[in-house]
């Protein structure tokens, strides 16, 4: 089989590395667990990954946004966040800081509607940015994502507007929106952002015996999509999360949880193909600066998802990542 042409040297080869709450943290972000999977995120020849704290919110009706900061908590605290941070650092791979909200019951952040109403929402959920733009101020974070997924609040383009120019404020570094597949054109301010962020989820087969021929033309719309996207606002492309669960059909519907489809047939080599169909698509868009994969545990041995999960690691899907994420010639070892 033909080989994947490395991604290009300045373009993110990342993972999102996912901190793991079991145990009460204990082997999460900042852990001696943690730090070992950097070390194999590295050993893949990737030069960034993204980390995730969490806010919480009650349902997609609440306008209220909590955030973990305690070190008693199982979550994503200021310490560990600090230290992931720190560790990935020192082991020469760059960070995006994505904070993300998770609403009670697994909702959908997309469909958020605050009763309050949006105004009520911004003043919640822009302190809870702030913090965090503080933190990638302090810790040297390179970028930083300023929300995702948050569809429904796209209307609110002022709002927008006003929350990007006061991180701009206390934060040096690059900024990204992270807007689902499907909505990636309805985003009014990409101008004052960096980068179009996508979480690149859509559809590359309609069932699980589809064709590679096919998925490769199916991506390819999608793709065209982008590039037109990116020469319309003259930003290039970060995919901010880009993932295929171990199970034959991975390619139909991939945005589903692991848990949407208990009884799929777990097939590594499913996840493979649509990696090797992904990067293959990518290698030729200029356009996109970086891809993310998910997603990469702090715990190997976490319980939070099965053999047919999303995590490439100790699957075929690896040496996949592998061959892409090698340097190309004459680039530094050390981005």
Known sequence: MERLPALGPNVHRGVCFA??????????????????????????????????????????????????????????????????????????????????????????????????????????????????????????????????????????????????????AVYQGELVYAANWDASDDVPFWDALDYVGVQFYPSLADDEHADEASMQARLSVALDQLDALSERVQRPVLITEVGYKSVAGCAVRPYEWTEHRPDAQVDPIAQATAYRVFFAGVAARPNIRGVYLWKWFTDPDTGEEGPGGFSPRGKPAAAILQEVFRHPVGESSTL
Do not use: C
């Open 19 to 168: 901190h793991s709450y079991q145990s009460g943290g204990a082997h999460g972000y900042g852990s001696d667990a943690s730090r070992a999977q950097l070390e194999e995120v590295r050993g893949l020849g990737a030069n960034w990954v993204s980390v995730t704290p969490f806010g919480f919110m009650s349902s997609l009706e609440s306008h209220e946004v909590r955030s973990v900061r305690t070190a008693g908590a199982a979550g994503e605290t200021h310490e560990r966040m600090r230290r992931v941070i720190e560790d990935a650092h020192a082991r020469s791979l760059k960070v995006m800081l994505k904070p993300h909200l998770w609403i009670r019951g697994g909702a959908w952040r997309a469909e958020l509607a605050p009763a309050a109403g949006w105004e009520a929402f911004f003043e919640t959920y822009e302190p809870f940015l702030l913090d965090y733009a503080r933190m990638a101020q302090e810790t040297g974070v390179e970028v930083l994502v300023v929300g995702t997924e948050l569809r429904s609040s796209l209307t609110e383009t002022a709002s927008w507007r006003r929350l990007i120019a006061r991180v701009r």
